[in-house]
């Protein structure tokens, strides 16, 4: 995916001003930056959430524009987000979701092989196979919330996947899961490309990122490797920004 000098509104204002980002196929991309600098807008922005206005630059897929393709079809093109904060869809199914997912992307199943494939995963992330009849997040504590999304992920195989802080609230045996999953979803598709935005280095454990850059006030103002997120969690963000 190729970020051309993208420049982004909401909620009637400038957030993100001129980001540009390369992510080639099967590389691992780590976004930091202080809270409000616009990390989750990007997010939102490159899955295609239609209350983010882009109003300039442009996002490709290899030779494709799609800078106005709506969300649904984003997803279809294999991109993926785990949110910061997953919400409750009261009333749905994580197995009837999960299909439907699984469906819109990769064609019929049955309800036999699709439990098959979520019990799995759900083994390799930790968790009780019971949760996969209950309702979407619905009375999820964050950890569970955060190995759902990570479920998704491994279950939908996208080809870009982002993910937004999704270590906050984990604790330490989760954080060594949620860092294990990351490594097999890698495994399992070498061509998985991972735009992952956090605070900390713990996540990283079983993975070396590409590259890492730091956001301040919707611009990228730096990049580099592991060097950069050494540098933040010594001198903070004030010492870098300035
Ligand atoms: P980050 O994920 O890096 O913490 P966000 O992308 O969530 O940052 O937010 C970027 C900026 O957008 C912040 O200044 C925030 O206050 C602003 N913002 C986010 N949502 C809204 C909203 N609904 N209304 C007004 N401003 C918002
Ligand atoms: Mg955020």
Known sequence: MQINDLVVQHA???ILDGITLELKPGTVHVLMGSNGSGKSTLAYTIMGHPAYTITGGSLFIGEEDI??????????????????QPLEIPGVRISSFLTAAYQALHGSITAAQMQEKAFFYMD??????ALYYRNMHEGFSGGQRKKLELLQLLLLRPQIAILDEIDSGLDVDALATAARALKH???????????????????????????????????????????????VQEHGFQGLCS
Do not use: C, S, W
């Open 124 to 129: 390799l992330l930790e968790m009780d196979r």
């Open 67 to 84: 800078t106005q393709l709506p969300l649904h079809k984003r997803a279809g093109k294999g991109i993926f987000l785990a949110f910061q």
């Open 185 to 231: 979803a890698r495994a399992e598709n070498p061509m998985l490309t991972l735009l992952i935005i956090t605070h900390y280095r713990h996540i990283l454990n079983d993975i070396m990122p590409d590259q890492v850059h730091l956001m301040h006030a919707g611009k990228l103002i730096r990049t580099g490797g592991m060097e950069l997120i050494a540098a």
């Open 12 to 14: 009637q204002q400038t």
